[in-house]
């Protein structure tokens, strides 16, 4: 079966005026059809570029990025917004860039549904009843509460029945209360998920955790459980609570296992 | 939704759509004016015409005129009047007398006595010509129809009217000569009733068909001023060519008109209306087109959170564009019906005050198109503006700090080239006279020089402060160095001066246009009418001109006779106290001083005679065989403008006594002997050896009257009364037989006579005070211009001039100049002593006169409309350094959390929009005076651009300067007062806030 989202080798550099600045490289990354994903991160690690690549904003300078059969890096400007209009859903860090804030709720949904065919979108007073905002749909988004315009920004990335939601910091504005239903709204919704979050509520309730320091992966948690990454390079990175025993600079003597290999600190 | 982001954007979108109004307020406000001014234009040249040069006389001898113009028809013209004329000796052919009947003829004459005719034969007469009522007049060719004999119908005098010669019903022609008291054989109308003509149409005496020797059937069709618009002068031409070519179609049919020397002088009014009005029009809109594209910038800016959220959700490019232009395009839309409207009012408002008060301001199609034009340059520049924000990647819309872009030369290169091209042509090519597209960039030189200048302006600012930045970062306070640093960098600053120096540098340059324009009307006033009130008074004599303004303090007596070169004969020392004068004119020197030269040293008395004979003693030698010799004597006859010569004598030495009747007119007033010409001739086959030698001479003058004789005193044996062509001898003038000294005058001016004259009028002959081109004059000095002359001419003493004339011709015009402040009180003298004043002319009326031509109208336009663009640029600017400003208020809020004091932070949002403000004002002050420096000579002042006095282009400093301090101290309050306001919108509290 074809992965919802595959990354080879994607590498991202933006380049300022006098700088380039390697954002992301050597990303391998698959993610599977229904799976939900949390994207963890220190700041300026990549994550939400890595996020804006998968949503067709942004083309790696290398590497290449699937989405479902289509590779993303060959698509024209029209063809990748046709498809971030049919296929993919996004939800941006603060609530109210997500909305129109004078259109009423109503107007938000059907002002995405535009951009796709009637055939596959969703009526928005489901959409709506959906999130829990029947009550205020014909209120102007700019009016609403935190959460409940967090909501509709979910309400507006589903409009169009994504394949993959994109959602960056879903959590970061809302107290703990509305917080929470936003993450069970996304993780009760079945779709491909992909959350850039520092909150850890959200990492626990996703299946799946992928860690970005440096732009690279470093970490992924499964079930609870989280593992090292090792690169293309063979290269892995420490999780920043093992640095007290191999401090970064410090030499390792690497010793092999049947199932693996240990590093033990060396004094040359 | 449009209504809803428009009303949470309501500030920006007042201001975007206020923005909007102007380009289509510009885009419709030329040519609506252009309209109104047009008619007015059309109007006033009508108004001021004269009777024969607003309508057209047709005449038929065969057919009906009334019919022939039928289907002349159009909406500003008046119903013909129809007529008809018989022109007829009296029986006894001692004058000639037109019997008429015109159209409605009863109610344009007032009875003196009886009534008017009601039947055939029936006649009303003035009562100049003497008949009287009850009384028959008997004309050559009004014969009795039906009989044989050539005998004569009666006509009979039923009444006495008077009228006005200037009634239209006459069409200026001169028929009233015996009411004029001109009496050259011509007799006043006798106004009769169509039946005479019906009745008497196959008289007898005359034959059918011939002009000046039937009845002359006429039609007089004239132009209503009133309804006659700009936009019938296509059709007005058409029925000129149509007249024009129905009275080459016939000898029989005469069509009497100068229409095309008004539809010339209309002309020439609407050309010199269209050049400016264009400049004005097209200057205008696109200040307004560059004012829509910055502030429509903003508010796509505004939008760009909305704009980026479509991209992000897919929305195909169109919608995106759509979506992006939906709100400025709605304001544009609804701004073309508002900018109309306000179009429309201002016009009217403007032609109420000062064109035509019952005008009717209409908006044209054309206008429409024009206001549309408007609208969709505006949505290109709006579409201009929106595309950095449509097409920007998304992910470069949410950072917070955007990449900085290189500005780019190109835009700056293609408006610094266009402005060069079009500095060249309008320095190189002269004054503009037409408004086609080879000399558009020419026209909006102006406006671009502005842009251009603000262009360069704006790249000049950053570079200077950012090397002040340098400066201020390590020394000087922080206030100085946030201003600085902000002023490099911003994108605000650079708008603001473009927008600022562009209004601005207009709204200089309108009023740079205004006070030199202003000036140049009135030294033009001042030297054309000569006097601050001039008074036209009936045509006399030069003595009794004198006389009037002898008696009146404060005055000069003038007779002009048009040229070229135009004559001025005036008593110098009057002259010169009342005229108005500029000693830069002649060379620093005062009028007295120059016109003190004309007044020539003391003449020799005229000699002056009256009766009905002369006789002349005259001894000479005996003459050779075959020779003769006849002496004729040259008299200036009051009322001719011509010598009048008599035969007086064939001198022979077989006598000494020689006598000839004199001019009729010395019977009734004294005649003036102006010569003596002896004219030697010889028989056939006479030897030219032979010819006479020597001279005859002329002892004594006598002349009858009463029937006696009287010696005239003639001082004929004084040398000094006469010019000297020969030979002087005791007792008598001695008359030259040599042809070279043969004519001998009385000494009473100079020859050629002093002149101050004007431009290039030195060295012709002057037409003198009848015309006759016989008056050679010697300049005393040369003034580049003189008072009361509107061409090159000659100013010269009155009693010299009028020595040297034989009559006043009936082209002079005589006049009595006021001193300055005095019209009133000369005018009532003048009424007190019964002198008729036919006109008055004042320095204010030709002013105002100049101010309704084309070219002021144009002015007024210019300079309205720049003033309002000015503001606008201002508040635009200030609007934008406000909005760029608040953006920072999150950074001054952090520096205030941090510690730094209100008043650097103060010092430093004062100094930005200080700098900003009055770097823009000052480029547009420089803009706007070296447009004026470059366009003003080439952008016309007048309808017909004088000749005399040179135009003067230099700058007035007052008003520029006035404007300029005026820009500037409110550039200074905007500044002070929107950083206050900015100020004291800087909370702690807003770090808790996302960043706007």
């Not at chain 1, 939601?165 to 509305?178: C, H, I, K, N």
């Not at chain 2, 206030?479 to 207009?506: E, H, P, W």
């Not at chain 2, 006598?702 to 004084?718: Q, Y």
């Amino acid at each position: 079966m074809t992965p919802a989202v595959r990354c080879d080798g994607v590498v991202q550099i933006y380049k300022t005026k006098e700088i380039e600045v390697v954002a992301l490289r050597d990303i391998d990354l698959v993610i599977e059809e229904g799976e939900s994903v949390a994207f963890l991160g220190p700041s300026g690690a990549g994550k939400s570029t890595l996020l804006w690549l998968l949503a067709g904003l942004l083309r790696p300078s290398a590497g290449r990025l699937w989405l479902g059969d289509t590779e993303i890096g060959k698509l024209g400007p029209r063809a990748l917004d046709r498809l971030r209009a049919a296929d993919i859903g996004v939800v941006l860090q603060n609530p109210a860039r997500n909305l129109i804030p004078y259109a009423t709720a109503v107007q938000n949904v059907t002002f995405a549904q535009r951009a796709v065919r009637r055939r596959g979108r969703r009526p928005a007073g489901d959409l709506l009843d959906r999130v829990g905002l029947t009550a205020v749909r014909d209120k102007p988004a700019g009016r609403l509460s935190g959460g409940e315009q967090q909501r509709l920004a979910v309400a507006i990335a589903l409009a169009n029945r994504p394949r993959l939601l994109l959602a960056d910091e879903p959590t970061s504005q809302l107290d703990a209360v509305t917080g929470q239903a936003v993450i069970e709204l996304i993780r009760d919704l079945g779709t491909t998920s992909v959350v850039v979050t520092h909150d850890v509520r959200v990492s626990e309730a996703t299946g799946r955790t992928v860690t970005i320091r440096d732009g690279r992966i470093g970490a992924e948690g499964r079930g609870g459980e989280d593992f090292v990454v090792v690169g293309r390079e063979g290269a892995v990175q420490l999780p920043p609570e093992y640095h007290e025993l191999l401090p970064p600079g410090s030499m390792v003597r690497v010793e092999p296992l049947p199932d693996g290999v240990v590093l033990r600190r060396a004094e040359p | 939704m449009i209504f809803r982001g428009l009303w949470r954007r309501r500030w920006l979108s007042l201001i975007v759509l206020v923005v909007a109004i102007l380009p289509v307020v510009a885009g419709s406000l030329g040519p609506m004016y252009t309209d109104a001014a047009r008619t007015t234009l059309m109007r006033e040249t009508l108004d001021h015409a004269l009777l024969d040069h607003r309508g057209w006389r047709v005449t038929s001898v065969t057919d009906s005129a009334g019919r022939l113009v039928e289907h002349v028809k159009a909406p500003f013209l008046l119903p013909p009047i129809e007529g008809a004329e018989l022109l007829s000796p009296n029986d006894r052919a001692t004058r000639t007398y037109p019997l008429m009947w015109v159209d409605g003829q009863c109610d344009h004459v007032t009875l003196v006595e009886g009534r008017c005719p009601e039947a055939a034969d029936e006649i009303m007469v003035t009562g100049a010509s003497g008949f009287k009522v009850g009384g028959t007049v008997k004309l050559a060719l009004v014969r009795e129809p039906d009989s044989d004999e050539p005998r004569l119908t009666p006509l009979h005098v039923v009444g006495v009217y008077e009228t006005d010669a200037a009634d239209p019903l006459w069409y200026g022609r001169s028929l009233f000569p015996q009411t004029a008291g001109v009496t050259e054989g011509n007799g006043d109308p006798l106004l009769t009733v169509p039946d005479t003509q019906l009745k008497r149409a196959t008289a007898t005496g005359g034959v059918i068909g011939v002009p000046g020797e039937s009845w002359v059937s006429s039609a007089i069709v004239y132009i209503d001023p009133q309804k006659i618009t700009g936009d019938d002068l296509a059709l007005l031409e058409s029925i000129q060519a149509e007249l024009r070519g129905l009275g080459r179609s016939g000898q029989t049919t005469t069509v009497f008109s100068y229409m095309d020397d008004m539809l010339a002088a209309v002309h020439r009014h609407l050309d010199s209306l269209s050049v400016p009005t264009t400049l004005v029009t097209l200057q205008l809109v696109a200040l307004g087109w560059l004012l829509m594209f910055l502030t429509v910038r903003d508010l796509v800016a505004a939008r760009a959170q909305e704009i980026a959220l479509a991209r992000l959700r897919g929305l195909p490019t169109l919608r995106i564009w759509a979506f992006g232009l939906s709100e400025p395009a709605f304001l544009l839309l609804a701004a073309l019906p508002l900018g109309l409207a306000a179009s429309f009012a201002v016009v009217q408002r403007m032609s109420e005050t000062l064109l035509s008060k019952d005008l009717e301001v209409t908006v044209d199609g054309f206008t429409v198109l024009c206001g549309v034009a408007a609208v969709f340059g505006g949505l290109l520049a709006t579409a201009l503006a929106a595309r950095q924000t449509v097409t920007q990647p998304v992910v470069e819309q949410w950072r917070r700090t955007p990449r900085s872009h290189r500005r780019g030369w190109v835009v700056d290169g293609v408006v610094l080239a266009i402005t060069a091209v079009g500095l060249a042509e309008l320095v190189a090519g002269g004054a503009i006279t037409d408004t086609t597209g080879q000399r558009a960039s020419a026209l909006v030189a102006p406006g671009l020089l502005a842009v251009a200048l603000a262009m360069i302006a704006r790249r000049i600012l950053p570079l200077a402060c950012r090397a002040l930045f340098r400066l201020t970062r390590t020394r000087g306070n922080i206030g100085a160095f946030l201003a600085m640093r902000q002023i490099s960098r911003g994108s605000a600053t650079a708008s603001s001066v473009v927008v600022l120096a562009a209004g601005l540098g207009l709204a200089v340059f309108a009023v740079a246009a205004w006070s030199v324009t202003s000036r140049n009307y009135q030294e033009v006033a001042r030297v054309h009418n000569g006097a601050e009130t001039v008074f036209v008074v009936p045509r006399t004599d030069t003595a009794t001109l004198g006389k009037i303004s002898a008696a009146i303090p404060g005055t000069a007596p003038v007779i002009v006779t048009p040229g070229p070169p135009t004559t001025l004969a005036t008593d110098p020392a009057r002259f010169a106290s009342v005229a108005l004068w500029r000693p830069s004119y002649g060379n620093d020197q005062p009028l007295s001083r120059l016109v003190a030269k004309l007044t020539p040293r003391v003449a020799a008395p005229r000699v002056m005679l009256s009766g009905d004979r002369i006789r002349a003693h005259i001894t000479t030698s005996p003459l050779p065989e075959g020779w003769s010799a006849n002496l004729y004597a040259d008299f200036r006859v009051a009322g001719e403008t011509r010598p009048a010569a008599i035969p007086l004598a064939r001198p022979d030495a077989r006598t000494t006594l020689y006598e000839w009747g004199l001019p009729r007119g010395c019977l009734t007033a004294p005649c003036e002997l102006r010569g003596l010409r002896l004219e030697v001739m010889g028989d056939t086959g006479t030897n030219f050896e032979d010819r006479p030698s020597g001279s005859a001479l002329l002892t004594k003058l006598e002349t009858r009257s009463d029937g006696r004789w009287t010696t005239v005193d003639a001082g004929l044996d004084d040398p000094n009364r006469w010019t000297s062509t020969s030979a002087t001898s005791d007792g008598g003038l001695p008359l030259s037989f040599d042809p070279n000294f043969s004519v001998s005058r009385p000494d009473t001016f100079p020859d050629p006579m002093p002149g101050l004259s004007s431009g290039t009028a030195a060295g012709q002959r002057l037409p003198g005070l009848d015309d006759v081109y016989f008056s050679a004059y010697k300049s005393v000095a040369t003034t580049r211009a003189l008072p009361g002359l509107n061409a090159p001419g000659v100013v010269v003493d009155l009693e010299t001039a009028d020595r040297v004339a034989y009559g006043y011709s009936s082209r002079t015009e005589f006049q009595i100049w006021a001193a300055p402040g005095r019209g009133a009180e000369v005018r009532e003298a003048l009424r007190r002593d019964g002198v008729p004043v036919l006109a008055t002319r004042t320095l204010d009326d030709l002013v105002a006169a100049y101010t309704s031509q084309g070219p002021g109208l144009a002015l007024l336009l210019l300079i309205i409309s720049a003033g309002v663009a000015a503001l606008l640029a201002l508040g635009r600017a200030v609007l934008a350094l406000h909005a760029a400003a608040r953006r920072r208020t999150y950074e001054m809020a952090a520096l205030e959390a941090a510690g730094a004091r209100v008043r650097p932070l103060r010092t430093a949002l004062l100094l930005e929009q200080t700098i900003t403000l009055s770097w823009g004002a000052l480029t547009g002050i420089l803009a706007g005076l070296v447009a004026a420096w470059a366009a003003l000579p080439r952008v016309p002042e007048f309808a017909d651009i004088p000749v005399t006095p040179p135009l003067d282009y230099s700058l007035v400093p007052v008003p520029v300067i006035a404007v300029a301090c005026a820009v500037l101290a409110l550039s200074m309050i905007a500044a002070a007062v929107t950083s206050e306001l900015l100020l004291r919108g800087v909370r702690v509290d807003q770090l808790r806030e996302a960043p706007a």
